[in-house]
């Protein structure tokens, strides 16, 4: 027996999860001529995931609270969670990132995250939307095809990712800074409601 069809949304995002947990164990041993590619089938059928849920929601009328804390929720595990992976240890030669990321850079993304995260927790109890922004479904659509490409370089084309991949992170680092920047001014106009 099918599950109602306003389930399914949530069911999606939930399984966002274990395929994030099954793409980190798969590249926190660095690059491997297997477990790589089972990584990113892995994180790819997981940012599919993310592009079906609201689709479905929105056309199904089935968006919900829980939705709404589940999905931004999933997204962060499966990002950052690729990010610390690929700026740690296994993807780091003798001399240089592997993957192009560096823990510098995941802590941008990190307190980026954690910034929004805790400022949308804050206006959203004081009644204020605080909702995704433009910028941050941008970011998040570049970091969700970088990330996947990092790994992809290296494993078929090493001397493009010796060149390219560093570029690439800092691109995706700046940009989901920039998109912080932008939560920024949201929260500032926020505020102001609050006081209002």
């Excluded at 609270?65 to 999933?74: E, K, N, Q, S, V």
């Excluded at 992170?169 to 912080?180: P, Y």
Aim: with cysteine; glycine share 8%.
């Amino acid at each position: 027996m099918l599950p109602p069809r306003k389930s399914i949304p949530n069911a999606l995002t939930v399984a966002r999860l274990p395929l994030a947990a099954a793409t980190f164990g798969c590249w926190a041993v660095g690059p491997h001529p297997i477990l790589s590619w089972l990584g990113l089938v892995a994180f790819l059928l997981a940012a599919l995931t993310d592009a079906l849920d609201g689709h479905l929601a929105r056309r199904w009328g089935a968006e919900s609270l829980m939705g709404r804390i589940l999905d931004p929720f999933a997204d962060k595990v499966l990002i950052l969670g690729s990010v610390v992976i690929l700026a740690g240890p296994g993807w780091h030669s003798a001399a240089e990132s592997i993957s192009g990321w560096t823990p510098i850079m995941a802590v941008l993304v990190l307190a980026r995250e954690l910034f929004v995260t805790s400022a949308r927790a804050i206006l959203e109890a004081e009644g204020v939307d605080y909702r995704a922004r433009a910028i941050g479904k941008w970011k998040m659509v570049l970091q969700s095809a970088c990330l996947p490409a990092a790994v992809l370089l290296v494993q078929v084309a090493p001397d493009v990712a010796a060149t390219c991949a560093a570029p690439i992170a800092w691109v995706v680092t700046i940009v989901t800074v920039l998109s912080g920047l932008d939560y920024v001014g949201a929260m500032r106009s926020g505020l102001r409601e609050v006081k209002a």
